[in-house]
C-alpha cells in the first residue's frame, strides 16, 4: 500500500488579531439569524446557488477522508409529492401512537404537527444519506469510519450555507425514514440520514418565539 503523500498548507490565511475578532463576531451574528422556517415559498431557486453550497458540505472533515455521504437534491413534483405522502404517513403515527407525551410536551412551543404541505412546496428537498461503505479509486469496497459524526458535520456546514447564500432551511426527521431509500432508489449500504427542506421563506412566514442557551450554558473553559 503506498505511504502518505503531503503537499503545502497554501490555502491558509493568517489575519490581524482585530479582524480575526470581527470576522467571528460577523459570523456569530449571520448566524443568530438563521431560523429554522416552516412556511416556504414555491418562489424558484437557481440550481447553481445549491450546488455552491453542496460543494462547500463536501469540503467537511470526515473519518480517514472517506466522505460517507450523498446528498439526493429533489426538485420534481411527483417525487416531492411521493415523499410527503410517505413522511406524513410515519409523523401520524408518531404523533398520535408512538411519540410519548414527554416528547410531545417538548415540541409543544414549536407548532409542529403530522401535516408536512411544505415538502411539496418548498423548491428543493436535499435528502441526506449516510453511507456505510465507500469505493476506492482502485475499486477496493472499504468500511466507512465515524459515519454518524462526519454526515452531521458536512449536514451543519449545508445549513450554514444555505442560509448564507439567503435561504432558509429546515431539518426534517421523519422516524423511521426508510421510504426514502425506496423512492430515491438509493443501495443499500446507505441510510437516510435526514431531509433538509430549503427555498425562501413565505412572505407571511412566522417563527416560535424562542431562545438559545448562553455562552455559560453552553461552555466550559478549563
Known amino acids: ?12 490565511r493568517e489575519y490581524p488579531v482585530e ?5 467571528s463576531t460577523e459570523f456569530r451574528d449571520e448566524l443568530r439569524r438563521r431560523r429554522t422556517v416552516r412556511q416556504f415559498s414555491d418562489r424558484p431557486v437557481p440550481r447553481d446557488i445549491v450546488e455552491a453550497c453542496l460543494l462547500a458540505a463536501g469540503t467537511a472533515p470526515s473519518g480517514a477522508n472517506l466522505q460517507p455521504w450523498h446528498f439526493v437534491v429533489i426538485s420534481d413534483p411527483a417525487t416531492k409529492r411521493n415523499i410527503r405522502g410517505a413522511a406524513e404517513r410515519e409523523e401520524r403515527e408518531f404523533y398520535q ?4 407525551k414527554e416528547w410531545l410536551d417538548a415540541l409543544a412551543p414549536l407548532g409542529t404537527d ?14 441526506v444519506f449516510a453511507a456505510t461503505h465507500s469505493l476506492l479509486p482502485d475499486g477496493r469496497r472499504v468500511k466507512n469510519y465515524y459515519v454518524a459524526e462526519s454526515v452531521g458535520i458536512a449536514t451543519g456546514m449545508l445549513v450554514a450555507g444555505l442560509h448564507h447564500a439567503g435561504l432558509v432551511t429546515l431539518t426534517h426527521t421523519p422516524s423511521p425514514m426508510g421510504f426514502l431509500s425506496a423512492i430515491l432508489s438509493r443501495p443499500a449500504d446507505e441510510r437516510p440520514y435526514l431531509l433538509l427542506v430549503t427555498g425562501y421563506p413565505a412572505d407571511d412566514a412566522v417563527v416560535p418565539r424562542i431562545g438559545k442557551k448562553s455562552l455559560e450554558e453552553i461552555v466550559t473553559f478549563r
Open 1 to 12: 500500500m503506498p505511504g502518505p503523500e503531503f503537499t503545502p498548507l497554501d490555502s491558509y
Open 19 to 23: 479582524e480575526m475578532r470581527r470576522r
Open 97 to 100: 401512537r408512538r411519540a410519548p
Open 114 to 127: 403530522e401535516s408536512k404541505p411544505f415538502l411539496e412546496i418548498a423548491p428543493y428537498l436535499i435528502a
